[in-house]
């Protein structure tokens, strides 16, 4: 199983634990951090476990996961996460407590996952954000993420049509590679112009 460990100058990124329950409820209970993800946020702590063991507890079990827990060095409690998808996507997705938004540290963890990423031979991430949510485009920006193409999805399990825009980070020097899944699954997509955050 590989999920390293990883620091940085003001974080600890590491697995989350069975007594992290409390932590991960504070982080996935949040309306405002959860509105724009493909999920309800969490209402009890017995729905928190649930999702601990689902979405955590299932991937930590395969050969590689990408599926950490953002922790401050001082306390070493998670206040969000940053998650690798091990499919074809390399979907690169992440999500932090509001008290601790604009203060850099998404851009910090994501940038030591992208170098660990970079290290394992991960040949690219891709992430897509909802147009009404350009914060999250600003950090893929910040992250060295390019734009390739914006599609239409009808979202589950919320089950409402969203435009995304999809980021791409090539890790291995193919620059001309863009993943088109998303592309090719739309009826509804097309290619942006102009400064898109």
């Known amino acids: 199983m590989n999920t390293p460990v990883i620091e940085t100058e003001r974080l600890i990124l590491r697995k989350f634990t069975e007594n992290d329950l409390e932590a991960l409820y504070r982080i996935y209970s949040d309306e405002e951090v959860n509105t724009f993800l493909p999920w309800f ?3 009890t702590m017995e729905e ?9 507890e299932t991937k930590y079990r395969e050969k590689n996961a990408y599926h950490y827990a953002v922790c ?7 206040i969000g996460y940053v998650n690798v998808s091990m499919d074809d996507s390399f979907d690169f997705g992440y999500g932090l407590r509001k008290e601790f938004w604009h ?6 963890a994501g940038e030591a ?3 660990q990423l970079k290290k394992d031979g991960i040949p690219y991430i891709t992430a897509t954000y909802d147009i009404n949510n350009p914060r999250s485009g600003a950090v893929m920006k910040r992250l060295g993420m390019k734009y390739q193409y914006s599609y239409e999805e009808q979202w589950q399990p919320k089950n409402f049509p969203v435009i995304f825009r999809m980021y791409q980070l090539n890790l291995d020097g193919n620059e001309s590679r863009v993943f088109d899944r998303y592309w090719k699954a739309s009826t509804v997509h097309f290619v942006e112009t102009g400064d898109l955050i």
């Open 41 to 43: 946020p969490v209402k």
């Open 48 to 56: 928190a476990k649930r999702f601990y063991e689902n979405r955590y």
């Open 72 to 78: 401050l060095k001082k306390d070493n409690i998670p």
């Open 103 to 108: 203060q850099g540290i998404v851009t910090e």
């Open 113 to 115: 996952v992208i170098g």
